[in-house]
């Protein structure tokens, strides 16, 4: 693996292998000195252009982790607000000598036009561009599903024949491609609930069935229901009456949560709107893998940055 863009560009031996590495990396965090010095000497910079908490601190912790320098770049506070372009702000960050690149954007493409480039040849991870792709969240996503569902017995295993169900804000979430693009290659059927207005105007999206009516997907009995934030900075137009309303209909509410199979597990990638698009008891229930979906953040990031930076794809043991 060189560059992490998309989802979509994983196979099935590809993901699994990520999976593993990431399952060795949360076998050091839970030592008493979670470092290896794996990336000794090498620099990571994470240029970040849109705002972040979780993804940016998890990237950094996850390349510290591995011994690696991290410069943290963010747009605001730096020239690209004197209008400096990305082609010159990455030759600049390039002379100072760096062996890879995290890159979060605004613009959908933004890290491929960076990996195709030739500006600078070193590998560029994916944190999530625009409405586009956000690989590493489905990666960790995937991780916690295999490791609740499957515990020990975890490594090498796929998550076939798992039904997932993803509510909400699909139209903006690229969480939500990129998890439906991996969730297929690991075997898992996916299924969206939405209103027509926030779902891209294709029969299928992205390759899942659709549902518009939330009880009806909820009374299928998925083994996971995962609840998107309403992205509201990217709608400049009203795609739902008013919050109550969206709750109403769309919200994973505590009505709907008493509902489920006391074995569904919910998920959130964060930061959640408590109240809105999931009640308060939901997401702080047992069932709910909030917290969990952030720590394994660090141990799948860390096994990307290894693997991309050190161009490793068959090694099994990396402790
Ligand atoms: C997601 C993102 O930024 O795409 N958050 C995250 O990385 N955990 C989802 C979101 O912002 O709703």
Redesign the pocket.
């Known amino acids: 693996m060189k560059h992490l863009l998309s989802t979509a560009d994983l196979s099935r031996a590809e993901a699994i292998h990520i999976l593993d590495v990431a399952e060795e990396m949360a076998e050091v965090n839970s030592r008493e000195v979670r470092k290896l010095p794996a990336l000794r000497g090498k620099t990571v910079v994470n240029l970040f252009f849109e705002d ?1 908490t ?2 940016r601190i998890s990237f950094e912790a996850a390349a510290k982790r591995l011994s690696a320098d991290v410069l943290n770049f963010a747009a605001k506070g730096s020239s690209v607000s004197k209008g400096e372009s990305l082609k010159d702000t990455v030759q600049t960050l390039g002379a100072m000598g760096i062996d890879g690149i995290v890159m979060r954007h605004g613009a959908s493409g933004a890290p491929r036009v960076l990996a195709d480039a030739d500006w600078i040849d070193v590998p560029v991870v994916n944190a ?1 561009d625009g409405t586009h792709e ?1 690989p590493t ?1 489905a990666l960790l996503d995937a991780f916690t599903m295999r490791r609740r569902l499957h515990g020990d017995a975890s490594r090498g295993r796929a998550l076939d024949g798992v039904r997932v169900l993803i509510v909400g804000d699909v139209l903006h ?3 939500a491609r990129s998890n439906a693009w991996l969730l297929r290659t690991l075997g898992a059927s996916v299924t969206f609930a939405a209103p027509p207005t926030l779902l891209p105007a294709t029969s299928a999206p992205f390759g899942a069935a659709v549902h518009h009516d939330l009880d009806v997907a909820l009374a299928e009995d998925p083994d996971v229901v995962m609840t ?2 309403i ?1 509201q900075e990217r709608m400049n137009d009203a795609f739902f009456p008013n919050p109550r309303e969206y709750t109403r209909h769309w919200g994973l509410t505590a009505s709907r949560f008493a509902r489920l199979d006391e074995r569904t597990l919910i998920m959130h ?3 959640m709107n408590r109240g809105l698009e999931i009640a308060g008891v939901a997401a702080d229930d047992p069932r709910s893998t909030v917290v969990e979906q952030v720590e394994n953040g660090v141990s799948v990031r860390m096994a990307v940055l290894y693997l991309a930076l050190t161009g490793d794809q068959q090694k099994e043991t990396v402790a």
């Open positions: 972040s979780r993804t999530g956000h969240q979430s690229r969480v998107l934030r992205q990638p964060g930061p």
